[in-house]
Each structure stands twice: as structure tokens, then as C-alpha cells.
């Protein structure tokens, strides 16, 4: 007993550190003794209550609290005021007097109200024994018009609530009180409605209490400070259940909850909580709720059944078990579909049996299985942000689970498209890692196979420049050895396109390291048949099947590729092959390689066959030599053969932004004619060609034009250099040329070649520069053997003998026949001491040949002389003169050519030069030029036509002969048999 007590301006300060031991069981309190107070006087006590963080929790400032009894006998008068968290409060009352509290002979009274923050409370009643508070018999009641003021003394920002009231009878002693007739209820402009209604007997003993309560709360504002922000924001909740207190434990039975939001969200839920109390916080210790969930979009349930980005999905249904404590939850009987069943649904069946809710620990024991059906795999992408191609249905499936912290997606299975069209396949799986917070995909593993009947099943690749094998097979194995997704192998690539039957392509290979910034290695090998590909890159006739086959092994970074092997041939013991090594370099953003390249053919006709085009007779060719450059330029040095003539090149390529130029030099000490297609093996059983029937209306010159435009393709310079070019039975030396194409205007210049005492050279232009291209050609040869030059082009020459030509010719023109109409220049020659086959027909058959007035059956006779000159002018050609001389015959004629019409017109007047006078005619040739007609002449009809020619006397007038005259005259070991004939008296600039 405290007779008087008295404190003025005191504060204190409560830290609460009480840390909650769940192994240790609460004790009840065994006793309860209540102070007796005579006379108490408060003024200033300042009283903060503060957590183990030292932040403040409740603030109070009493500032007068009296307690006065009236001389023993009368009551205890209380009377309080002060400040609670900056909120006003006030009581008074008053109690039995302290008399009969000591003596304790009836119930102690007691009449108690407070006001705080406009919470008005209310207690009233008795107390069989004060002192130890026991037989309580106190009804207690509280109202308020708006509950939330009150609320905020420790929650600023709780909205307005609503009226509360409620009202309760207290029994039983202090240490063990039974609540009875409890009525709660909380209302406010229908957006929140409560009421708990009930008893609680023994609240802090082990006896059985019962609370229904049952509520409703439209309130957002209210809703949202009680959902996290993963958690759908419901518009409208409705809960009811009881609330059992047995044995320590707290239970809440038959809940049934049901949420809602504004865009048709539907959550309900039902089940049974079990809650033990602890010293700090109250523990779930049993939790078994079954939830479902409906929507008509996965965007309104994102939270509980998917992501943001397949918001737009739907409708949406999920139901699952949720059981569990305070410390981890299982999901059971999970079954979750969302979409519809003719466009796209998405299907989820499975349990997660530990969710902990503690940090530390991650979720485990997880097994589901999922599945995904779209009529189009567009449908199913787009929900994930990405474009697809649209190929067909989709279908796919797999499980989740967890294995030690990874999580693994097992079991995948997919589908796109249609094995009668583009058909794709994927089985496999890989993992979710999850580290330290993060979380990485690692372990894949994985099945892709791929079919198409063709080309035009594939989007887009019905475009490509490709042949259309059919059909289309593809299989691949890809891993991540190392368990990350950044390093990446394929295992047994394989691709097959056509059948063994027809054409085909075959392609197997690996690959790993890929997307690693470290080594990478790729290894792959083909077969394929040259057919369809040589088709569809020359445009031409099919060659024979050749098998072709190759491999490539690559290693190396993105920025250093080294090529370790590649090569490319035809199967069978004729062989055209490619070999190459070497690296390539990304140096400043360019890729620089430089290797070593060997290609060639066993035999040339493996290269004629295998591009299906005529190759002129070659010898085998081979390619040796070291590669350099980037995509602007490059270079080669190295040695080409061709049979057993090497030919050392060097070839340069550069790009500008015109045009490429190549520049090329090329050197070779011996050359065999043979190996360049001169004097060509011809097989002794092949049939003897056969000459196509003439066609008069066949035109020589073509109208279309020549791809003149080519020649801005590309800018050339190429030098040619060969000491010597052998032949069967002769030599040629000192072969060199240059060729140069610049800016459209290809020039040789000049080409030059010498055999024995003979010298030859060529110049040659085309122009292409203006509106209408220019060419030019001259060509001087001095005492060439014919014979070597008709050699290459007939296995018995019809002409032999020493060779002088002189070609000076020029044109313009787009097409053959715009150049021929406008050719301008002339054309002379003259062959000495030669033969000449007496089977050669000038004539036709028709006519009398001078070789045959001599009554011969040699094969050859003697050639003595025989010279001819045209002179062309806008595409007329005149000759006037065309000489021939034997032992025992000459002839003279003239003639002219027509380049517009395509006809000649020719008249010879043989003469023996003793004997058999009379028996030879003038003969006439006229006609289309690919067929003219032979005809003889009356000496009279030619005299007509040819004036002079009829003269019994034949010249050679060497002012006919121009420069070709020179050519004969510079004959310096003898004299030429062109010269050798002197003519009559007054006509002394001829010779006869």
C-alpha cells in the first residue's frame, strides 16, 4: 500500500530489446498483485517507448494525473490529461473508496471514461477482490465517428475508416479474464463494413474461445496498405470466418475470402489458419487454403500466373492448394490454363512444395508441367515481344523443376508447322541458376530438327539464287559444356537436301566455343553433286554428275580466325580440287587474311566437264601460290601450270569506289604450245565433224549488242612475258604484251612474238568512253611461217610458206553489224615460197582450178608467190589486186566485199605461163558470203566487167600493194619471188 505518491517533470525512456525464443513455452502468470494507492500526484512525466533501433513507437506526455480518496470513507476520484503522439487524451472517474477495497467485504466499484483522439471509452463495473484482482464483473464499450483519427496517432497515413463501436463483458480475474458478449462492428459509407461477434474465454489460458467475424472493404486506399506491390491492387474484398482460441492456439476456420479488382479479376479462398502466439510475433504453425483465380486477361493476374508481357492473354483460370507455417509454404494441386483452345492456350499442372518466406533459402521442390498449343506460332510469340515467322501450329511442352538451388526446365518438347510443309522440332532442356540474387540460364541441352519439302516452303528462301533440291532435312545437337549459355558446342550437325537418286547436297560437321569470346572450332564436311549448282550458276547445259566433296577446320576468336584445313574436290581419278590455309585478321574493323591456295585439275576435261562448257584443250592446270588482303584489296604470288608450263604471276585486286582494278604480271621461261590448246590431240575415234548445211539467210553479223558495258566493270593492267613458246616443230620467242583496260577503254599494246627471221606484233583498241564505242586494229607480221600459224587450226595445213601481213582497221559500232557496215582501214598479204594442197578449190567445183590445167597428182605444189589487199570504207571492201603465182602458172583478179549486204563479187584470171594457152577461163565469184557462186567467164564478159584483167599479160603493180609491198622488198638474205619478175618497158613501177 502507497499512502501518497508524488512525481513532477520526470521522463522516461523504454527501449523494448525482448527477443523471441520459440523453443522456450510461455508461462502463465501464477499471480497478479495490484497495488493500493491513497493519494497519487503526476505532473510533467514525459514517457517514450522506443525499439531496438531507438526509433520511436509512442510518445506520451502526462500532463496531470491525480488520485484522491475522500478521508477513507469516500471514492477514489481519478483525473487525467495530457498528450499521446501529439493527440490530446483525457480521463476521469472514479473507484470504491479505499476502505472497502482493504476490507473486502462486498464488490469493489469502478467507473472509468476516456477520451482519446475522440475514441470514447467506457468501463464500468465490479471487483469481488481488488487487491488480486479476482471475481471481475466489468462491461467495457468504445465509440468513435471516425476511427482513423485515432489510428493515426500510430499510422499517419491511414485513410478515413468509419464509425466504430463496440461492447464487451469481462469476467473472471485479472490473471485469467473471460470475455463474453463481444460486439464489434466498424461501418463507413459502404466502403468498409466489419463485425466480429462472440466470447473469448480464458484469454491468456489454454480454454476454448469463438469469435465469427465477417466484413467487406471497397476502400483502395485502405486495401493497398495491406498488399504488397507483386499483389494484384483488388478493388473489393469480402472475408468471413471464426476465430477459435483452444489451448494456446489461435485457429481461423471456415475463411472464406473473395477478391476483385476494376478489369475482372477473381480470387477466392477458403480453408483453415492455425496461429501460436510467441513472445515477439505470432506464428502461422498451420495454413491450408484452396485458391482460385480467375481473369479475362493473364495481365490482371500477372502477379500470381505470369509476366507482363503476355498481359493480353486470356481468359484466364488457376486453382491451387496452398498449405504451409510462418517459415515456408507448399502449393499443391496447382492447375492453371489460360487462352482459348482455338487460337492459343497455355496449360500449367503441378505442385511447389517449399516456399520459404524467410530470406536465405531459395524455392525447392518443384514439379510442373506445362504445355502450349497456338493454331499459329505468331499467336504464341508476340505474348513475349518477339515476331515469328508464320509456319503453322505450334505445340510444346516440358517440366520444371528444382534440383540443390537449380532449377531446370526438363523434358522440352516443340513443334512448329507441318511435316507437309516447314516442319521444326525441339527437345531438350536447360537451367535457371540462381546466385548471390542473380539469375543465369546454363545446361542446355538440346534435340533441333527441321524438314521442308523444298525451297518454297521456307519464307524467303524461295528468293535465294539456290538450286531447289528437295527434300530438306536438318538435325543438330547443341550443349553448353561449361553450363553457360554464353559458350556454346554443336554436336553432329547433319543436313541433307535431295536423294542419293537424283541430285543432293550432304553436310556434317561441329562446332564449339560458339558466341565465346575465347577459341573457337569449327569442323564440317559436304558432298554434294555438281549438277543443279553448275546449272544454276553458268545458266548452261547440265554437266556430268561429278560427286563433289570437301571438309573445313576453322579455330580461333572472332578477331583471328585461323583456317586449318580446307578443302574442296571432285571424287574419282580425275580430280579437280582446292586446297587453302591460312588466317584471317579483324584489324581496325577490317578483316585481313592471308593464306596459302592450291587448286587444279588432274586432266582439263574434269574442268570442261564439270562446268558443262567447251575449255579450249589445255594442259592440266594447276594453281599454287600465297594470298593476302581484306574486302578492298588483295593479292596473289605464286605459280600457275598449265601441263609442264609454269607461268610465275603475280595478281593484285583493289576496290575504289569507281570500280575494282586487278593488276597482274605474268612471266614464263618456256611455254609448250600444247599445253595452251595449240596443236590439240584428237582422238582417232571420235566421228568426223560434220559441216552444217549453209543457211543463205543466216546473217554473219549479229544485231544485238556487245556487252560493251563490261568493260566499265573493272580497270585491268596485265603484263604478259613468255622467252619461248614451243610447238611440235618450231619455236616461237620472246612472246610480251600489255593489256590495259582503263575507265572503259581496253588497249593491248603491243603484243609482239618473233620466229626464226620472222617478227609479228599486234596492237588493239576498243573505246568505250563515248555514246558509241571505237576499236582499232593493227597487226605487222614479217616473214611468219604460215604453216605454224594454220598448224593449231587444221591437222594438214592447206597453205604454207613465209607469211607477210599487214591488218591497220578501224570501226565504231554497239553490235557486229553497226562494226562491220562502218569498217574503215585495210587488210594486205602475201605468202612466198610456200606449197599449197592442190585439193583447195578457189573456184568451186564448177570451175577450171589453175592447178589442175597442170595436170598434177602431187598432194602439194609449190607456191612461188601469192599476195592480196582489200581497202575498206564505210564496209566496202575493194581489192585491186589479188595475185598468185606457181611454176608454170599466175593469176590476177580483183574483187570487192560488202559488209552492208553480206555479198562479194571476185574475178581470177588464170594464165599458164607456157602451153596449154587457151584452156582456162576467167571465173566469177558472187554471192552471200558464207555461200557464194562459182562460175566461168567468157574472156569478153570479163574484159567487160574487169577491164584490164582480160590483158593477156599479168602484173603485179606494186602501188596496189601499199606497205605490203615494203614488207616483200625488205627481204635482205635474197629476194623475195614476190619482187623477182621484172616488168615490161613502160611499165616499169610494176613487176611481172
Known amino acids: 500500500m502507497i499512502r501518497h505518491l508524488l512525481i513532477d517533470d520526470a521522463t522516461v525512456s523504454i527501449v523494448d530489446r525482448s527477443e523471441a525464443d520459440d523453443s522456450r513455452p510461455e508461462e502463465k502468470p501464477s499471480d497478479v498483485l495490484i497495488p493500493v494507492l491513497e493519494s497519487v500526484t503526476l505532473q510533467n512525466v514525459r514517457l517514450t517507448l522506443l525499439d531496438e533501433h531507438k526509433s520511436e513507437v509512442v510518445r506520451m506526455l502526462l500532463a496531470n494525473l491525480s488520485l484522491n480518496d475522500v478521508g477513507d470513507e469516500g471514492p477514489l476520484y481519478v483525473k ?220 490482371a493476374a500477372a502477379p500470381f500466373l505470369g509476366k507482363s508481357q503476355i498481359a493480353r492473354l486470356g481468359p484466364v483460370k488457376g486453382e491451387a492448394r496452398i498449405t504451409g507455417t510462418s517459415k515456408a509454404l507448399s502449393i499443391d494441386d496447382i492447375a492453371i490454363s489460360a487462352g482459348e483452345q482455338d487460337v492459343l492456350l497455355i496449360e500449367c499442372q503441378g ?316 612471266v614464263a621461261p618456256t611455254v609448250h604450245l600444247t599445253d595452251v590448246g595449240v596443236y590439240p590431240k584428237q582422238a582417232k575415234d571420235l566421228p568426223p565433224e560434220i559441216e552444217s548445211e549453209p543457211q543463205p539467210d543466216k546473217r554473219l553479223f549479229r544485231e544485238e549488242s556487245l556487252p560493251f558495258h563490261a568493260l566499265q566493270a573493272i580497270d585491268l593492267a596485265i603484263g604478259v612475258s613468255v622467252d619461248k613458246l614451243t610447238g611440235e616443230d618450231f619455236d616461237l620467242k620472246n612472246l610480251n604484251f600489255d593489256m590495259s583496260l582503263d575507265n572503259g577503254r581496253l588497249q593491248v599494246t603491243p603484243a609482239t612474238v618473233a620466229y626464226r627471221s620472222g617478227l609479228a606484233s599486234i596492237d588493239f583498241t576498243i573505246d568505250d568512253i563515248g555514246t558509241n564505242p571505237e576499236m582499232a586494229l593493227k597487226v605487222t607480221a614479217e616473214d611468219v611461217d604460215l604453216g605454224a600459224l594454220l598448224a593449231p587450226f587444221h591437222e594438214s595445213p592447206f597453205l604454207s610458206g613465209q607469211l607477210n601481213l599487214i591488218v591497220d582497221l578501224k570501226s565504231v559500232g554497239k553490235s557486229p553489224r553497226e562494226i562491220a557496215t562502218a569498217l574503215q582501214g585495210e587488210f594486205g598479204m602475201a605468202v612466198e615460197k610456200g606449197k599449197i594442197k592442190r585439193v583447195v578449190e578457189f573456184m568451186g567445183a564448177d570451175a577450171v582450178d589453175f592447178l589442175t590445167a597442170v595436170r598434177s597428182q602431187e598432194e602439194y605444189k609449190d607456191l612461188h608467190c601469192m599476195a592480196l589487199r582489200f581497202v575498206f570504207e564505210e564496209g566496202m571492201g575493194k581489192s585491186e589486186m589479188i595475185y598468185m603465182e606457181t611454176p608454170n602458172m599466175y593469176a590476177r583478179g580483183g574483187g570487192s566485199i560488202d559488209l552492208h549486204t553480206e555479198t562479194m563479187e571476185i574475178a581470177l584470171v588464170p594464165e599458164p605461163k607456157k602451153g596449154f594457152r587457151g584452156t582456162t577461163s576467167p571465173v566469177h565469184i558472187k554471192g552471200p558470203i558464207g555461200d557464194p557462186k562459182v562460175r566461168k567467164l567468157p574472156f569478153r564478159e570479163a574484159a567487160r566487167l574487169f577491164g584490164e584483167m582480160a590483158m593477156p599479160a599479168v602484173f603485179l603493180p606494186a602501188r596496189g600493194l601499199g606497205y605490203l609491198w615494203y614488207l616483200i622488198r625488205k627481204d635482205e638474205t635474197e629476194e623475195s619471188p614476190c619482187s623477182s619478175i621484172r616488168p615490161p618497158d613502160g611499165n616499169l613501177g610494176e613487176t611481172r
Not at 464500468?124 to 476511427?147: C, F, K, W, Y
Open 351 to 666: 505442385r511447389v512444395g517449399k516456399i520459404p518466406l524467410s530470406g536465405g533459402e531459395g524455392v525447392s521442390d518443384i514439379a510442373m508441367i506445362s504445355s502450349v498449343k497456338a493454331q499459329k506460332a505468331p499467336a504464341f510469340a508476340s505474348f513475349f515481344g518477339i515476331s515469328f515467322l508464320d509456319i503453322g501450329p505450334l505445340k510444346g511442352s516440358f517440366r520444371f523443376i528444382d534440383q540443390e538451388g537449380i532449377y531446370g526446365f526438363k523434358n522440352i518438347q516443340l513443334t512448329i508447322g507441318s511435316q507437309k510443309s516447314l516442319w521444326l522440332k525441339g527437345a531438350g532442356s536447360f537451367d535457371l541458376v540462381t546466385k548471390d540474387g542473380s539469375v543465369s540460364l546454363g545446361g542446355l541441352d538440346a534435340e533441333v530438327e527441321a524438314s521442308a519439302p523444298n525451297l518454297a516452303a521456307i519464307p524467303g528462301a524461295a528468293d535465294l539464287d539456290l538450286p531447289d533440291l528437295r527434300p530438306l532435312k536438318l538435325k543438330a545437337h547443341i550443349i553448353d559444356p561449361d553450363g553457360r549459355l554464353d559458350i556454346l558446342d554443336v554436336k553432329e550437325l547433319t543436313f541433307d537436301a535431295g536423294t542419293e537418286e537424283d541430285a543432293f547436297l550432304r553436310i556434317r560437321g561441329q562446332a564449339s566455343g560458339l558466341r565465346s569470346s575465347d577459341q573457337r572450332v569449327l569442323e564440317a564436311s559436304f558432298k554434294a553433286t555438281s549438277k543443279p549448282w553448275v546449272i544454276k550458276i553458268l545458266e548452261g547445259s547440265a554437266p556430268k554428275n561429278h560427286v563433289v566433296e570437301g571438309k573445313l577446320k576453322i579455330a580461333g576468336t572472332p578477331k583471328h580466325i585461323r583456317i586449318d584445313e580446307l578443302e574442296v574436290g571432285t571424287t574419282g581419278p580425275k580430280r579437280l580440287y582446292l586446297e587453302a590455309e591460312g588466317t584471317v585478321k579483324e584489324i581496325d574493323g577490317i578483316h585481313e587474311f592471308e593464306g596459302l591456295i592450291a587448286s587444279g585439275a588432274s586432266h582439263i576435261s574434269v574442268l570442261e566437264s564439270f562446268l558443262g562448257i567447251d575449255v579450249p584443250p589445255f594442259g592440266a592446270p594447276l594453281l599454287e601460290g600465297q594470298i593476302t588482303g581484306n574486302t578492298k584489296k588483295a593479292s596473289f604470288k605464286g605459280t600457275v601450270r598449265l601441263g609442264s608450263s609454269r607461268f610465275r604471276t603475280t595478281l593484285s585486286h583493289s576496290l575504289t569506289k569507281q570500280r575494282p582494278r586487278v593488276t597482274a604480271k605474268i
Open 80 to 299: 487525467a490529461d495530457g498528450m499521446l503522439n501529439s493527440r490530446e487524451f483525457k480521463m476521469d472517474g472514479q473507484l470504491g473508496s479505499l476502505a472497502d477495497m482493504l476490507k473486502e467485504e462486498k464488490p469493489y466499484p469502478m467507473d472509468v471514461r476516456a477520451d482519446v483522439a475522440g475514441l470514447r471509452l467506457a468501463v464500468s463495473g465490479t471487483m469481488d477482490n481488488p487487491i488480486r484482482g479476482q471475481g471481475l464483473n466489468i462491461r467495457a464499450s468504445g465509440e468513435h465517428v471516425e476511427l482513423a483519427n485515432t489510428l493515426r496517432l500510430f499510422w499517419e497515413e491511414i485513410p478515413n475508416i468509419g464509425r466504430m463501436k463496440f461492447e464487451a463483458l469481462v469476467t473472471g480475474d485479472i490473471d485469467a479474464p473471460d470475455v463474453s458478449s463481444l460486439d464489434l462492428s466498424i461501418s463507413g459509407d459502404s466502403q468498409l463494413e466489419f463485425s466480429a461477434k462472440g466470447s473469448i474465454t480464458d484469454v491468456l489460458g489454454e480454454q476454448e474461445s469463438n469469435i465469427v467475424f465477417s466484413g467487406t472493404c471497397s476502400n483502395k486506399d485502405l486495401l493497398k496498405m495491406f498488399l504488397t506491390a507483386n499483389m494484384p491492387q483488388v478493388s473489393l474484398v469480402k472475408v468471413e470466418g471464426n476465430l477459435r482460441h483452444r489451448q494456446g492456439d489461435y485457429f481461423l476456420e471456415n475463411i472464406s475470402l473473395y477478391g476483385s479488382d476494376d478489369h475482372g479479376l477473381l480470387i477466392t479462398s477458403s480453408g483453415n489458419v492455425k496461429v501460436r502466439p510467441q513472445a515477439t510475433q505470432k506464428h502461422i504453425s498451420n495454413l491450408n487454403l484452396m485458391t482460385k483465380v480467375t481473369a479475362p486477361r493473364l495481365g
